[in-house]
């Protein structure tokens, strides 16, 4: 009889606590009100739109991605193409200085050393198709390199260097054009 007793007891106090509420009269309302604010906050919640940007064109012949030139400011670059993953400004901390990258599509804007680099997983279209073609067959549209090495060849053209690096089996790999000269060049290692 007294283990029923006490389990009665206990019983009585676990399902008395829930009604207790009725001792402080605001607190029912003031639990409810905490409730559903924690329960529309998620649904008051901002959409945001994603910045679109358009198809990237580059120019290699012209020295231009979409219009722009590789001496384009960072201000310039990030109106016309929105979409940058990051980007840092002059007097930044970047060892390269000031840059717009667009990492999702491989091609990245050097804006203090005016030159444009373009990866092998460039999401683009480019006027001339250079990536992945091999070595020694571009002489019909770029001429004789200015400067060549084992895994690049610099060329003059009318804007600037247009520089091609080439991977292990002779095909280009990584794209780079500048405004500068090839003797003023400053490519970021």
Wanted: aromatic share 12%; hydrophobic share 40%.
């Amino acid at each position: 009889m007294c283990r029923y007793f006490y389990a009665r007891i206990f019983l009585a106090r676990i399902l008395h606590v829930p009604f207790q509420l009725k001792q402080y009269p605001y607190m029912k309302k003031t639990l409810l009100f905490i409730f559903s604010m924690s329960i529309l906050s998620g649904a008051m919640a901002q959409l945001t739109v994603k910045s679109k940007c358009a198809d990237f064109v580059v120019d290699i012949l012209d020295g231009k991605v979409n219009g722009l030139k590789a001496t384009a400011t960072n201000f310039e670059i990030k109106a016309k193409l929105p979409c940058a993953t990051s980007s840092e400004e002059e007097g930044g901390t970047a060892k390269c200085g000031s840059n717009v990258f667009y990492k999702d599509r491989d091609i990245y804007f050097y804006t203090q050393r005016d030159y444009v680099e373009i990866g092998p997983k460039f999401k683009g279209k480019m006027t001339v198709p250079l990536l992945g073609t091999k070595r020694g067959t571009l002489f019909k549209v770029l001429g004789n390199p200015k400067m060549k090495d084992d895994k690049w060849e610099a060329y003059q053209m009318q804007y600037g260097t247009l520089v091609l690096h080439y991977d292990a089996a002779g095909k280009v790999n990584l794209i780079q054009f500048s405004t500068h000269s090839t003797e003023t060049l400053s490519l970021c290692e």
